[in-house]
């Protein structure tokens, strides 16, 4: 069985010196601005950028062409459905003009029928008037 042992104040104080130490160690060995890995990486960044924003144009120029393409095609299907619209109620139009004019049509039979029917009665009544006479 292993036995714990704590550490005293100056294996403490040695490790915080020792970690600052590597963190100074690590710091100083980062390559310099001007390091050719460091140059390589940036312009390879760069060129990352660049190819992400030109893909961002050309999806939103696609965006911008499907929009007025849906709105084209709803354009389009409006006027579609106006002139349908506007062809029903021309058709209902011709429809009731058709119905008037035959209602006129029977409307003149009627009374050119009643005009033959009291023709017909005067002339019986002037036959009796002449057969009374």
Do not use: C, W
């Amino acid at each position: 069985m292993s036995h714990f042992r704590e550490k005293n104040f100056t294996e403490r104080r040695s490790a915080a010196t020792d970690a600052v130490a590597a963190r100074l160690a690590k710091f100083r060995a980062r390559p310099a601005p001007d390091d050719p890995a460091v140059i390589a990486r940036e312009a390879e960044r760069k060129a990352i950028r660049e190819a992400r924003e030109i893909r961002d144009a050309q999806r939103a120029e696609a965006k911008k062409e499907q929009l007025a393409r849906e709105a084209a095609e709803k354009a389009e299907r409006e006027a579609a459905l106006e002139a349908e619209r506007i062809a029903a109620e021309e058709a209902k139009a011709a429809e009731k003009a058709a119905k008037g004019a035959a209602l006129a049509e029977l409307a003149a039979r009627v009374i050119a029928d009643e005009a033959a029917r009291k023709a017909a009665r005067d002339e019986r009544y002037a036959a009796r008037k002449a057969r009374k006479k």
